[in-house]
């Protein structure tokens, strides 16, 4: 195998070659970065749930969640990626086949009439999460195993894209089929597709997204909801309201907030959904803009890392990977934090490793394992 | 793959990850740098309520205390909008249809209409609670409030309203309460939110906490204007302006002349509530001010017995008929009782009346219009100041003061022959005999006895020689005699809706004639003219309360006192203790009798007069003398009766008297009794009036009974009924 990520470094790497110890070359920047945004993150969720009758219950939680996340995280980075990546047809097709099993009679009905959830009992499941790092590790093991893509893998690269994108369009989820768009997008450029193949792709994912727009495969709610952001006045009331509250929110913390428990949006549930995707309005309104600014600025050190790891790894495949985890991260964060600022339409994609929500913590653990696998294993 | 493509390539998506959260970086500082004042508006508005309380207005009692008006509490269900306002159409509409079905469940007839109305009502603040259902049982209270998370947006609250512990008893002068509708808001200087934005974010709640002192009091009701001393006024102090919409305020009588004493000084009540519409937390709490009590000139125990005496002689009459055979449909009838010492109203009945109680929670358009209807007898109006009637024969008292004080008649002792029939002089045309009431003769009257037998020729001669020499005595001066006792215009009793009569003038006569020419025949004034005014007939027109305030001017020698509703206006300081306890209030201000002019004659002038209108009750030819012998009065009594023709209908019987009267001792009482369509003044009204008199003079006056033990008033009533059938075929010919 012929690596990209070659280059100077390692021809003229001065670091020792020792692979039998990993951790020497753990990332730990984008360690601690994700240690404080987790830890941000329950205090957001402890703040938003307080006020609930099980409130405490919904935080211990959670936290139960972010520690077999971080767990997860230190399994996976243990583990060469490359291992990993012998096994992603059987990742993928298992990913594949929970995603569309809650389709399914086995799958729960959520908001909306939506399905997108397993429940065991008091454990629920959201198999997209899962799905998307299953798609990411495939699309890398099969780009990054070549040196050119032509028309033949681009395609093979498309559907292995477009099974786990129709499969939640069809629950419907449609944030997270967006995420799909996004994270190929990222690792079809990175990953050496021609730019003319590229260009011609973006235009048909351009006429795309207007055609599903212009047609009847949305419900109008979900078309109130991507519009929103840019027709204020027609949207629904709820919609609006929403969008009111979560700007209200963020707003009236001005620059230093009213401090933790002391928002009066936050105490007296005035944003809905405030502990799962307007998780961020609780920063915003009870840390003002220091804190809030904050928790963007550790997650810009994070995608930062991403990228830099993407850019150290061995091989094409290591940083595909990143490039994957990276684009992922990089939409929700920005596709979350926008809604709740108001310039971005309303979907259901978490703030990662913040909002609440067990399935999408230990999902996003399990890609910074990845990335750190391929950071810790660069030069084996 | 290429190295440098792949390098270019992940500068590319560097740059636009840098190139986003920048962008998430601007609009964050825009939110919480730039824009955040906007917002934080918004963030206020959202959670706190600022809750307008009106609190219980003041009461109202009559001369001794006892309680006529109280306040009670009521339970009103309304809408907090903002939750509602969150919801989507389908889900707010499950809400309200739910709550329409449980309120008609519980016994409350709240249409779905009337809640998705007022939802929708613009003239509400957006804040503000907007009540769908008033003064439902605590049942339902407790219903809806264990069940708060099913009606989100349905809150409960408690108001006062009016009670009324004599029922119908002194309605019309009491009024009513209502909510205050948007004219009077303006008129207030209120806030009328009609244009405000429905919108969550733009809403502003925080007003000012200053309060501004209040003006004086209506000034829309016409009489109060003059009456500031006497009547309404700012003297209090302090009171607010500070109406909104759904504020209660006085409609009509007392409650609206008295409107800046009586009502509750309005508090405020600022509230958290969250995202449901619950209350978090009390943020600022400023009780209201309980309104200040008004005690009334009226004795609620004459009241009572004059209102009985008067319902029963309507009623006995109607359907009878006089000697031409016309109906005697009596649509109406009022009585006034003033103290002439001091112009004090101790009794005002007006019929047909009605039961206040329908007012408490607004009235219902179905009672609106029954209310107005023709048919009804016009029960809201109160007939002793807004009807006005001719005054017929009691209009002599002031020609007679006419024909002293023009210089015409020196000193009464001049005689006429009267043969029944009057020729007008130098009369050209068909109309030149008038006559008295059947022609009779009279023979041989002077001033004292043609008041006593109420001799129509004697005042046509007089009337007529003033005409004819008009450039010796002025072309008014019957008239001049008329306004000098408050005839023509507004007495300035504190009541809205007083009507000031009128009093038709030869210059008046021609101004409306030459202002519409086609309503009238003629704007020419003649001798016949002056002929019927001196008899109060042709255009004059007075209110039962004129004439009763004219009656005790000439009683108490000649100073006319502006008639009196209120004593005193006091503070209590318990509501639970007795209200007439001088203990439990302190007095805020008296109201003293206010002088509005006084008459000036000579004592044998006016001995003359007395001594005519005595004889109607004291002589054997007295018009009033065998109604007086029917029903005596502890002391002798004075007084007018008089028969008002009106055309095509029934006469209009008066009568307007005092007493003590020749006793030497200064008149108590003055009354006045108008029944339109009833017959001769001498055989309706005047009996009535020694009815009502008779028990107040020897001071057996029964007390009025309070609506919950009505098992006296009913025996009572049945008595007065039962006597009211005898006065119909006494008394003689007026």
């Known amino acids: ?380 | 793959m290429d190295t440098d493509s792949t390098h270019v390539r992940l500068s590319a998506i560097g740059i636009v990850a840098v190139s986003l959260f920048l962008a998430l970086f601007m609009r964050l500082w825009f939110l919480q740098g730039i824009d955040r004042q906007a917002f934080e508006a918004a963030s206020v508005s959202n959670r706190v309520r600022v809750i307008h309380e009106e609190g219980p207005r003041g009461r109202i009692l009559d001369r001794n205390g006892k309680i006529l008006v109280d306040s009670e509490t009521s339970i009103v269900v309304s809408l907090d909008r903002e939750p509602l306002r969150k919801m989507e159409q389908p889900e707010r509409n499950a809400v309200f249809v739910s709550l329409a079905d449980t309120l008609q469940q519980l016994g409350v007839p709240t249409k779905l209409s009337l809640i998705e109305k007022r939802y929708a009502d613009l003239r509400y603040a957006p804040q503000e609670y907007v009540p769908i259902a008033d003064d439902v049982d605590p049942s339902v209270e407790i219903y809806l409030m264990e069940r708060a998370d099913r009606y989100p947006g349905i809150i409960v609250e408690r108001k006062a309203i009016r009670s009324y512990p004599y029922g119908n008893l002194a309605a019309h002068l009491l009024g009513y309460v209502g909510e205050i509708n948007e004219k009077e808001l303006v008129e207030r200087g209120g806030q009328l939110p009609g244009s405000g934005s429905a919108s969550t974010t733009s809403t502003t709640t925080t007003r000012p906490a200053t309060t501004q002192p209040t003006s004086p009091a209506d000034s829309s009701s016409g009489a109060t204007t003059t009456t500031l001393a006497n009547g309404a006024g700012g003297a209090s102090g302090g009171r607010l302006t500070d109406y909104r919409l759904g504020d209660s305020i006085g409609k009509g009588g007392v409650e609206r002349s008295y409107e800046a004493d009586l009502r509750a000084v309005p508090g405020e009540r600022t509230i958290e509530v969250n995202a449901k519409g619950d209350l978090v937390d009390v943020l600022s709490l400023e009780s209201p001010v309980v309104g200040d009590d008004i005690w009334l000139t009226i004795d609620i125990d004459l009241q009572a017995h004059a209102e009985r005496l008067l319902a029963a002689k309507i009623q006995d009459l109607r359907g009878r008929r006089d000697k031409e055979n016309n109906r005697l449909n009596a649509p109406q009838g009022s009585v006034v009782i003033e103290d002439p010492q001091n112009g004090q109203i101790l009794a005002m009945a007006s019929y047909p009346d009605y039961d206040p109680s329908v007012t408490v929670n607004g009235i219902s358009q179905e009672q609106w219009e029954a209310f107005n209807d023709p048919n009804s007898g016009l029960p809201l109006v109160n007939w002793a100041l807004q009807g006005t009637y001719a005054p017929g024969s009691t209009f002599k008292l002031y020609t007679a003061l006419a024909g002293y004080k023009s210089g015409y008649l020196r000193n009464g002792t001049e005689v006429i022959n009267d043969p029944g029939v009057y020729t007008i002089e130098n009369c050209q045309g068909e109309k030149c005999e008038v006559r008295n009431a059947g022609s009779t003769p009279h023979g041989t009257v002077n001033m004292a006895t043609a008041l006593t037998v109420s001799s129509d020729v004697y005042f046509y001669k007089l009337a007529d020689k003033f005409w004819n020499l008009t450039d010796q005595y002025g072309e008014t001066p019957i008239q001049d005699a008329a306004a000098q006792f408050g005839l023509g215009a507004k007495t300035g009793v504190p009541l809205s809706g007083e009507n000031p009569g009128r009093l038709p003038t030869p210059a008046n006569r021609k101004a409306a004639f030459e202002a519409r020419p086609d309503l009238f025949m003629t704007g020419d004034w003649r001798s016949g003219d002056n002929i019927n005014t001196s008899i109060g007939q042709g255009d004059v027109l007075a209110t039962p309360l004129q004439l009763v305030n004219s009656y005790a001017t000439f009683a108490n020698g000649g100073t006319r006192y502006q008639p009196q509703i209120v004593t005193k206006v006091t503070r209590p300081s318990d509501l639970t203790l007795p209200a007439n306890d001088p203990a439990n209030y302190t007095l805020i201000r008296q109201v003293e009798p206010v002088v509005q002019g006084t008459i000036q004659i000579q004592p044998d002038q006016y001995a003359k007069i007395y001594d005519g209108l005595l004889g109607v009750t004291q002589s054997a030819f007295g018009t009033a003398s065998a109604s007086w012998q029917a029903s005596k009065t502890a002391w002798p009594m004075a007084g007018k009766t008089g028969t008002a023709q009106v055309s095509k209908k029934a006469d209009t019987s008066l009568f307007a008297a005092w007493g003590p009267a020749g006793t030497g001792e200064p008149a108590r009482y003055a009354i006045s009794v108008v029944i339109p369509e009833s017959g001769f003044g001498g055989e309706v009204a005047a009996p009535l009036a020694f009815r009502i008199m008779a028990p107040l003079s020897f001071g057996t006056l029964l007390p009025a009974c309070p609506s919950a033990d009505q098992s006296e008033c009913a025996a009572a009533a049945e008595a007065a009924s039962a006597a009211s059938g005898n006065d119909v075929t006494s008394g003689s010919a007026d």
């Not at chain 1, 790092?133 to 890398?140: D, F, G, K, N, S």
């Open chain 1, 1 to 380: 195998m012929q690596s990209i990520g070659v280059d100077r470094r390692r021809i003229s790497g001065f670091r020792g070659r020792d692979v039998s110890s990993g951790w020497k070359h753990v990332d730990i920047v984008l360690l601690v970065a994700t240690g404080l945004v987790l830890l941000f993150g329950l205090v957001m969720v402890y703040s938003a749930t307080r006020r609930f009758p099980g409130g405490a219950g919904i935080l211990l939680r959670q936290g139960l969640f972010v520690v077999v996340g971080i767990a997860a995280m230190f399994g996976v980075s243990l583990i060469d990626y490359r291992r990993i990546a012998d096994w992603w047809q059987i990742i993928y097709g298992v990913a594949m086949l929970v995603l569309a099993g809650v389709l399914s009679p086995l799958g729960s009905l959520g908001a909306f009439g939506t399905k997108g959830w397993y429940a065991f009992g008091p454990v629920v499941f959201q198999p997209v999460e899962i799905a998307k790092l299953a798609t990411v590790l495939a699309v890398a093991s099969y780009l990054g195993s070549v040196d050119r893509v032509d028309l033949r893998r681009l395609g093979t690269a498309l559907v292995l894209l477009g099974v786990p994108m129709a499969l939640t369009m069809l629950q419907p989820d449609l944030g997270s089929a967006l995420v799909f768009i996004v994270v190929g997008l990222g690792m079809l450029v990175v990953g050496g597709v021609r730019v003319r193949h590229l260009s011609i792709l973006v235009i048909l994912g351009v006429v795309a997204v207007f055609g599903i727009l212009q047609s009847s495969a949305l419900d109008q709610y979900q078309k109130d909801r991507l519009t929103a952001f840019a027709n204020p006045d027609g949207v629904s009331a709820k919609a609006r309201y929403n969008i009111d509250q979560a700007q209200t929110a963020i707003s009236s913390g001005g620059l230093t907030g009213y401090g933790l428990g002391k928002g009066p949006s936050t105490r007296l549930g005035y944003v809905p959904a405030q502990q799962t995707d307007f998780i961020f309005t609780v920063a915003g309104e009870e840390f003002g803009f220091v804190g809030s600014g904050l928790l963007l600025i550790l997650f810009a050190i994070m995608i930062w890392r991403i990228w830099r790891a993407a850019q150290l790894a061995a091989d094409s495949m290591g940083t595909l990977l990143c490039i994957g985890v990276m684009s992922m991260f990089l939409f929700h964060i920005f596709e979350n934090v926008g809604m709740n600022l108001g310039i971005m339409p309303v979907t259901g994609i978490p703030l990662p490793l913040v909002s609440q929500g067990g399935s999408a913590v230990v999902a996003s653990c399990i890609a910074l394992g990845l990335v750190q696998s391929v950071h810790m294993h660069r030069y084996a």
